[in-house]
């Protein structure tokens, strides 16, 4: 079981890079405040992956040969270090879940959020290190289930947010990817809600099952949005091209020869509108629309329209 769940932990790393090696083909204008937090949140997520995974290799083969002080140390340690990170993914999530809808969260939510973070980590590292307490163990662990349970109901309820206000909006790309964004975490952390329910209820026995659905249920974390970023990912590049509020200078589209009309199309096309949507806009055909494109991805040298808005970002 214990080869399974290495197995497993590896699979969820290397879907976590196929997923930053995604968004950063994507991405070419770092200054996309949306592509900036989901870095962080998929990086975050990973480097809890590793901790936890550095962290279970230590016990599995070296917990015997370890002095019992240093053993104590090491795992009051890792204990606040995934607590910290933990906090962290929280925050980078709650902004990437603002900066999708081009919010911010406040500088006073930071300061409240920082201090809540010191006052959970300080409870739950006092719990483990008062060895005087016969019901240590039983403790520390109920104290951590709750932190992660209040953790992930409170992505939950921000995830949930943002789907009830993507159902207010018309049809648009944008709100199509914000939509299947929010279906996609909230299946997430509704499966990580059942998996720390069942940690209550694992014993020792069956600790190595429990590390292979901990495994499985971050695999699923990384590669869901994978998915995500590879249909919607000319929807990243349009956030970068229309988050920042600027237009289009008429220099860039003399320098490729793009008509009045055409300019027209890039600037809906920017916005993430589809096809069918900028002929409406535009009360053209939708052939029109089609032969616009292949004119304007000729005359620019791309091969699509996220190409297309990374081109306009790199030379903005």
Sequence with gaps: MRLFSFLAFLVALAAGFAVLYTLS?????????????????????????????????????????????FRFWFQTGILIFLTVLKFLWLYSFLQ?????????????????????????????????????????????????????TLIIASAFGAILQLLLKSFKKDRLQKERGILLFSGLYLFLFSVIMVSLTLSL?????????????????????????????????????MIAGCETGRDISDDMFERYGISARERDVVRL???????????????ISLQTVKDHNKNIFRKTGVKNRVQLVNLFNLHY
Excluded at 270 to 282: H, M, P, T, V
Aim: proline share 3%; charged share 20%; aromatic share 18%.
């Design 25 to 69: 083909r994507y991405s070419l204008d770092r200054r996309s405040a949306f592509i900036r937090s989901f870095l962080r949140n998929v990086l975050l997520f990973n480097l809890l992956i590793i901790a936890g995974f550095l962290f279970n290799i230590i016990d599995w083969f070296l917990r015997d040969d370890l002095p019992p002080r």
């Design 96 to 148: 990437m879940n603002r900066r999708i809808i081009d919010r911010s969260l406040s500088k006073r939510f930071l300061r409240i959020y920082i201090y809540l973070c010191i006052f959970f980590t300080f409870v739950l590292a006092y719990a483990f290190i008062n060895v005087g307490n016969p019901w240590r163990l039983m403790l520390t662990r109920l104290i951590s289930v709750f932190i992660e």
């Design 269 to 283: 096309l920017c916005q993430g509108k589809s096809n069918r949507e900028i002929a409406a806009e535009l009360f």
């Design 201 to 237: 209820f694992v014993d020792r026995r069956h600790a190595d099952a429990y590390s292979l659905v901990n495994a499985v249920t971050m695999i699923l974390y990384n590669f869901l949005p994978l998915i995500w970023l590879r249909r919607y990912g000319g929807f990243l590049g």
